[in-house]
Nanobody, 131 residues
Framework: QVQLVESGGGLVQAGGSLRLSCAAS????????MGWFRQAPGKEREFVAA????????YYADSVKGRFTISRDNAKNTVYLQMNSLKPEDTAIYYC????????????????????????WGQGTQVTVSS
């Protein structure tokens, strides 16, 4: 079983930066595709970014493209989300999630934004961006 623990959230002014980390325990991390999602108050959880198990393929929601960068270090069992040029609308609880079932690029492209395809989740970390 894999457990995920997010950290790095906090309060930042608009235009600032934060780096979220998600540390995984368990032996499936290096073969898991990982994703970041977020949920703002009163809104549904939405996709932010995804990275394949190898780290060679990444994908972003249009709302964060060019500002956020997802990366992973399989030796450290950790996935990161570097967030720059933060906006008040980025305020949300950020969750990392793992998918252990998808190994092909073609399937990953189809399912990477779908939170129902992820098998395990962290508890979330709050990000608040003030204007």
């Amino acid at each position: 079983q894999v457990q995920l623990v997010e950290s790095g959230g906090g309060l930042v002014q608009a235009g600032g930066s934060l780096r979220l980390s998600c540390a995984a325990s368990g032996r499936f991390f290096s073969s898991s595709n990982m994703g970041w999602f977020r949920q703002a108050p009163g809104k549904e959880r939405e996709f932010v970014a995804a990275i394949m198990w190898s780290g060679r393929n990444t994908y972003y929601a249009d709302s964060v493209k060019g500002r956020f960068t997802i990366s992973r270090d399989n030796a450290k069992n950790t996935v990161y989300l570097q967030m720059n040029s933060l906006k008040p609308e980025d305020t949300a609880i950020y969750y990392c999630a793992g998918d252990t079932d998808t190994s092909s690029l073609g399937v990953w492209i189809r399912i990477r934004e779908n939170n129902n395809e992820y098998d395990y989740w962290g508890q979330g970390t709050q990000v608040t961006v003030s204007s």
